[in-house]
T-cell receptor
Framework: EPEVTQTPSHQVTQMGQEVILRCVPI?????FYWYRQILGQKVEFLVS????????KSEIFDDQFSVERPDGSNFTLKIRSTKLEDSAMYFC????????????FGEGSRLTVL | AQSVAQPEDQVNVAEGNPLTVKCTYS??????LFWYVQYPNRGLQFLLK??????LVKGSYGFEAEFNKSQTSFHLKKPSALVSDSALYFC????????????FGSGTRLQVQP
């Protein structure tokens, strides 16, 4: 069964460092998302990406964040200068075209900022 | 704006008993509703969705949910709980305009006692 894969599974970084989280969505999916979850709490939307551009973003997704789909398979989330409060589990998700499809989530990348 | 409320942080039920996990929503327009389950240190797994049609939808692992438009609710149910159902359950909503991201509730921890 196809799945969304994420790397790394866990990353520890120093405050102020740049971090790139990588995702390989399911191959025939068209919509891509990043969500985050702090300490097993609420799942918060960050950004959605469709047709090679951001289609929606939340207030969390400020200038420190960026997304890219550089090669047609990978979908990356970059945090330019990490803060302590960026420590969370980051989930990538994807879905097919149309409006009714459910999201398929990866296993997540745990980011710890020290 | 769209939002989801899960009024119970935790639900405790004995194995073999029926379970209900509550969810209410608020959207402008017709909702698409979803339930996801999260096991410890894992990603979110899709359980079921309501798009249109029959108000009672059936999903994975024997779960079902009932859409109630007048009460703006989408409660998750199972006739007979298993210990292995113990997990974190998230309700999510999206309006039927296709490109909006899913908004998740705060989650309900289901604990099934043997």
């Amino acid at each position: 069964e196809p799945e969304v894969t994420q790397t790394p599974s866990h990353q520890v970084t120093q405050m102020g460092q740049e971090v790139i989280l990588r995702c390989v969505p399911i191959s025939n999916h068209l919509y891509f998302y990043w969500y985050r979850q702090i300490l097993g709490q609420k799942v918060e939307f960050l950004v959605s990406f469709y047709n090679n551009e951001i289609s929606e973003k939340s207030e969390i997704f400020d200038d420190q964040f960026s997304v890219e789909r550089p090669d047609g398979s990978n979908f990356t989330l970059k945090i330019r200068s990490t803060k302590l409060e960026d420590s969370a589990m980051y989930f990538c998700a994807s879905r097919t075209g149309g409006s009714t499809g459910e999201l398929f989530f990866g296993e997540g990348s745990r980011l710890t900022v020290l | 704006a769209q939002s989801v409320a899960q009024p119970e942080d935790q639900v405790n039920v004995a194995e073999g008993n029926p379970l209900t996990v509550k969810c209410t929503y608020s959207v402008s327009g017709n909702p698409y509703l979803f339930w996801y389950v999260q096991y410890p240190n894992r990603g979110l797994q899709f359980l079921l969705k309501y798009i249109t049609g029959d108000n009672l939808v059936k999903g994975s692992y024997g779960f079902e949910a009932e859409f109630n438009k007048s009460q703006t609710s989408f409660h998750l149910k199972k006739p007979s709980a298993l210990v292995s159902d113990s997990a974190l359950y998230f309700c999510a909503v999206r309006v039927n305009t296709g490109r909006r991201a899913l908004t998740f509730g705060s989650g309900t921890r289901l604990q099934v006692q043997p």
